[in-house]
């Protein structure tokens, strides 16, 4: 039996950066370039075309018709990590955190070059962070 929603098939999770968070709902959406899932490079992979991903807000906040706290979110070159809501169609992404890094490194995360696809191994798997 396939389902295709959070619980019975296998949780997918990402790391990745912003690069939009002008929401036209203004919900606190951000686009998000996911590592692994998304290709580097922008002309095969334009930022308008990626899925908007929903911030995880606290339970302090009723998370809709514009009452609660305001999702001001992390700003575009910022890293985070989330997991897709759909599983592997990786269409619906969710984002419940910020991963710290010195401003100066983000390029070089950023554009995936040598430091980035020597930092993850194959299947997403962390093997360590380097900072140059």
Same mark, same amino acid.
């Given at each position: 039996?396939?389902?295709?929603?959070? &619980?019975?098939? =296998?949780? *997918? !999770?990402?790391?990745?950066? *912003? $690069?939009?968070? &002008? /929401?036209?709902?203004?919900?606190?959406?951000?686009?998000?370039?996911? +590592?692994?899932?998304?290709?580097? %490079? =922008?002309?095969?992979?334009?930022?308008e075309?990626?899925? !908007?991903?929903?911030?995880?807000?606290?339970?302090?906040?009723?998370?809709?018709?514009?009452?609660? $706290?305001?999702?001001?979110?992390?700003? $575009?070159?910022? !890293? *985070?990590?989330?997991?897709?809501?759909? &599983?592997?169609?990786?269409?619906?992404?969710?984002?419940?955190?910020?991963?710290?890094?010195?401003?100066y490194? +983000?390029?070089?995360?950023?554009?995936? %070059?040598? *430091?980035?696809?020597?930092?993850?191994a194959?299947? %997403? /798997?962390?093997?360590?962070?380097?900072?140059?």
């Amino acid at each position: 039996m396939t389902n295709n929603y959070m &619980g019975f098939d =296998k949780f *997918v !999770w990402f790391q990745g950066v *912003v $690069e939009d968070r &002008g /929401d036209p709902l203004m919900l606190g959406r951000c686009k998000v370039r996911c +590592l692994g899932f998304h290709d580097e %490079n =922008k002309q095969k992979s334009p930022t308008e075309n990626l899925p !908007w991903a929903h911030p995880i807000q606290p339970l302090t906040s009723t998370a809709m018709s514009g009452m609660g $706290e305001t999702p001001l979110g992390p700003v $575009e070159g910022t !890293w *985070v990590v989330g997991f897709f809501r759909d &599983g592997n169609t990786a269409q619906e992404p969710i984002i419940f955190g910020v991963i710290s890094f010195f401003k100066y490194s +983000l390029s070089r995360h950023f554009s995936c %070059n040598s *430091v980035c696809k020597t930092t993850f191994a194959r299947n %997403n /798997d962390l093997k360590q962070t380097v900072f140059l």
